[in-house]
């Protein structure tokens, strides 16, 4: 399958500062990537979808100056949380999607602890 | 709504069978996953279903029924490191993934 890769793969960092994950696709083009957030013995949910060059279309009760999302490219997406806080820490996920691909291969998640 | 129901937790034993089922209600179809998820780590792909019918991929099958909206992963010649979750998933009709909430399998010697 597909390679995304997924990094950093766990982040701590202090409340109030941000923090930037980068999910790039290694060996096909990401017309599409999803960004997920999973808290424990949770599903996973989905934040936000991106198109390359365009603005990403997020998930209602997710606050999109807080979660920013940039899909620049075709091989890269980057997710920053601004002004992180304890509530913030998660396990996030991305999947990327090529044009009429039928599954969204994922990256290798990021576990973010805010103290 | 759309909804996913899978059980939250089963067991069985190493070198048994067990079979994970998974029922959907979601505005359009496009497809069902099964995903595999160890803690900590990102799911992995295991099976898609378009079409009714039976899937085999080795150990692994999965079924589907689009009139019943129902699926279910086959889990064949158990082994310990199969304990993880297993979510299962549906394309709506916008093509987004519908996750149901995991079932984690526990798998005993």
């Known amino acids: 399958g597909a390679v995304v890769s997924q990094h950093p793969s766990w982040v701590i960092c202090k409340s109030g500062t941000s923090v930037k994950i980068e999910c790039r696709s290694l060996d096909f083009q990401a017309t599409t990537m999803f960004w997920y957030r999973q808290f424990p013995k949770q599903s996973l949910m989905l934040m936000a979808t991106?198109?390359?060059?365009?603005?990403?279309?997020?998930e209602q009760g997710v606050e999109k100056d807080k979660f920013l999302i940039n899909h620049a490219s075709l091989t890269l997406s980057t997710l920053t949380v601004t002004s992180a806080h304890p509530e913030d820490s998660s396990f996030y996920i991305c999947s990327a999607s090529g044009q009429g691909e039928t599954e969204a291969f994922f990256g290798q998640g990021t576990r973010l602890t805010v103290v | 709504g759309q909804n996913i129901d899978q059980p939250t937790e089963m067991t069985a034993t190493e070198g048994a069978i067990v079979q994970i089922n998974c029922t959907y209600q979601t505005s359009g179809f496009n497809g069902l996953f099964w995903y595999q998820q160890h803690a900590g780590e990102a799911p992995t792909f295991l099976s898609y279903n378009v079409l009714d019918g039976l899937e085999e991929k080795g150990r692994f099958s999965s079924f589907l029924s689009r009139s019943k909206g129902y699926s279910y992963l086959l889990l064949k010649e158990l082994q310990m490191k199969d304990s993880a979750s297993y979510l299962c998933a549906v394309k709506d009709s916008n093509y987004q993934l519908i996750w149901g909430a995991g079932t984690k399998l526990i798998i005993k010697p």
């Open positions: 991106s198109n390359e060059g365009s603005k990403a279309t997020y």
